[in-house]
């Protein structure tokens, strides 16, 4: 029993803690999320198919460096490392951008006359405990979430403001 009561708080401030700093992304970088979070409203299929092949191709290569770079030594291991970790926290900042703006139009869509800093905190703490429910939000919810917001970011970065 204490095993569970232990989760479960481990679980709340993990979610207080990704609360926070969906705030602090929004609050640092307001333009680039609200134009993350207007193209996740407008473009969401696409944003959905441009997250799913973007992703999956720089993951792609950069599991193929790390890979080969594990199998090699001195010099070329540090080159092959470089790379693979600057397209690594590429991947988690676009990431980080796409989440903070399908955490807003989660909150929005779901609470609309509350303040923004609302807003944000409980769609964060919904969709958090959504993508933990075992299966469906481990494979589904979590990744559609996640690609959808990845896609929507590079989609806000190429498109033009009018």
């Not at 979070?37 to 973007?54: A, C, K, M, P, Y």
């Not at 290569?61 to 291991?77: C, E, K, M, P, Q």
Request: one cysteine or more; hydrophobic letters at 60%.
């Amino acid at each position: 029993m204490t095993d569970i009561l232990r989760l479960l708080l481990i679980i709340l401030l993990l979610t207080t803690s990704l609360a926070a700093y969906f705030l602090v992304i929004g609050a640092l970088f307001g333009n680039r999320v609200t134009k993350t979070q207007r193209v996740i409203n407008q473009l969401t299929g696409r944003s959905f198919l441009v997250g799913l092949v973007n992703f999956f191709f720089f993951g792609v290569i950069a599991i193929v460096l790390f890979s080969v770079a594990d199998s090699t030594g001195g010099a070329i291991r540090v080159i092959l490392t470089i790379p693979a970790l600057l397209i690594t926290a590429l991947l988690t900042v676009i990431l980080s951008f796409g989440l903070a703006g399908m955490v807003n139009v989660v909150g929005e869509r779901i609470l609309p006359e509350h303040s923004s800093l609302k807003k944000s905190v409980w769609g964060t703490m919904i969709l958090t405990f959504a993508c933990a429910l075992p299966l469906v939000g481990w494979f589904l919810l979590f990744p559609y979430a996640g690609l959808v917001g990845f896609g929507a970011t590079i989609l806000g970065i190429f498109q033009r403001d009018s």
